[in-house]
């Protein structure tokens, strides 16, 4: 079996980053996923794709991961880019885009 290490990103409908710096451990698909020929419903017979597991550091990710035997792939955040904003500049006089209300 093969599983993913990672972090969470942010959550896109909240400002904040709570719970996004837990690491997660996630199993690869084994099999793909069937529809359902009379509902028409997504299903698959792999059961391990409901396990997620999360912990603290990526440390303990890959121990449980190396205890179990299961062969992962770490996948690295991303840096933040922080854009540093001034709410005057929304009035500057050259500004770029047109100001209506």
Request: charge should be positive; hydrophobic fraction near 35%.
């Given at each position: 079996m093969a599983a993913r290490i990672f972090q969470p990103a942010k959550n896109a409908m909240q400002?904040?980053?709570g719970r996004s710096k837990e690491w997660v451990l996630?199993?690869?698909p084994a099999a793909?996923?069937?529809i359902?020929?009379?509902m028409g419903w997504t299903s698959s017979r792999d059961t391990q794709?409901?396990?997620r597991l999360e912990f603290g550091t990526r440390e303990e990710a890959v121990?449980?991961?190396e205890r179990r035997g299961l062969g992962y792939t770490i996948l690295e955040p991303k840096p933040?880019?922080?854009v540093k904003k001034s709410y005057a500049d929304n009035f500057k006089f050259g500004r770029i885009g047109s100001?209506?209300?």
């Amino acid at each position: 079996m093969a599983a993913r290490i990672f972090q969470p990103a942010k959550n896109a409908m909240q400002s904040g980053r709570g719970r996004s710096k837990e690491w997660v451990l996630e199993f690869e698909p084994a099999a793909p996923r069937e529809i359902d020929p009379l509902m028409g419903w997504t299903s698959s017979r792999d059961t391990q794709a409901q396990v997620r597991l999360e912990f603290g550091t990526r440390e303990e990710a890959v121990a449980y991961a190396e205890r179990r035997g299961l062969g992962y792939t770490i996948l690295e955040p991303k840096p933040r880019k922080v854009v540093k904003k001034s709410y005057a500049d929304n009035f500057k006089f050259g500004r770029i885009g047109s100001w209506t209300h």
